[in-house]
């Protein structure tokens, strides 16, 4: 499976969910059933498509690069499922801004993917696809995503200029791949937030006289 077509399916796939007011998916800041299966499959599409983009430099590194990318995204995807069905049950509020910022990542990242296709002979609207999909991705957990790429980005670049060798593409994929550890570390720090308040489960003691 090329990376390209890992792109655009959950971009396809969750287009449709992006044109859904955020306040049909989850009612209530309690969440639901439904918030809950919109939060995974949201989840899911942003773990597997940071999983994939940040480690692409280091799996191609490895003696299987296809393998490797096969078991980052299929963890990524785990990691995003999860967080994301937690977090929609917990938090529909929470979701309903994931879900927001999922559609203004998806239209910036349509929006210059549009723009690279008319300035770059060999880009196509299967790259914009996959531009719109890192977009989705990013924008559901943006926070993490931005504070991950921002350490990534000056750590590639630290390296690039204590050893030459690392050169531009090494810098880069520094980039890609602290985006992808800080929107998983997001969405798990989301989901035990939502799914562990401790305000709300009853504690009992007695103290023996």
């Known amino acids: 499976m090329t990376l390209r077509f890992t792109l655009v399916l959950p971009a396809l796939v969750l287009g449709t969910a992006m044109l859904v007011p955020p306040g049909a998916v989850a009612q209530s800041e309690a969440g639901s059933a439904g918030a809950a299966l919109g939060g995974a499959a949201l989840g899911a599409a942003s773990g597997s498509i940071l999983a994939l983009s940040g480690g692409l430099g280091g799996c191609d590194r490895t003696l299987y690069p296809s393998r490797c990318s096969r078991i980052i995204t299929v963890t990524g995807t785990v990691v995003g499922l999860t967080a994301g069905a937690v977090i929609g049950w917990e938090n529909g509020s929470g979701l309903d801004d994931r879900i927001e910022n999922a559609a203004y990542g998806t239209i910036l990242g349509a929006a210059g993917g549009v723009v690279l296709k008319f300035g770059l002979q060999h880009y196509g609207w299967p790259d914009v696809a996959a531009t719109s999909a890192i977009g989705l991705a990013v924008g559901a957990a ?67 006289l």
Request: proline letters at 6%; a negative charge; charged letters at 10%.
């Open 142 to 208: 943006i926070e993490g995503a931005s504070i991950g790429f921002a350490a990534g980005a000056a750590t590639g670049l630290l390296l690039w200029g204590l050893h030459p060798s690392v050169g531009p593409g090494g810098a880069a994929a520094w980039g890609l791949a602290g985006m992808a550890v800080g929107g998983l570390a997001d969405w798990v720090l989301d989901g035990v937030d939502g799914g562990s308040d401790m305000s709300e489960i009853p504690i009992q003691f007695s103290i023996p």
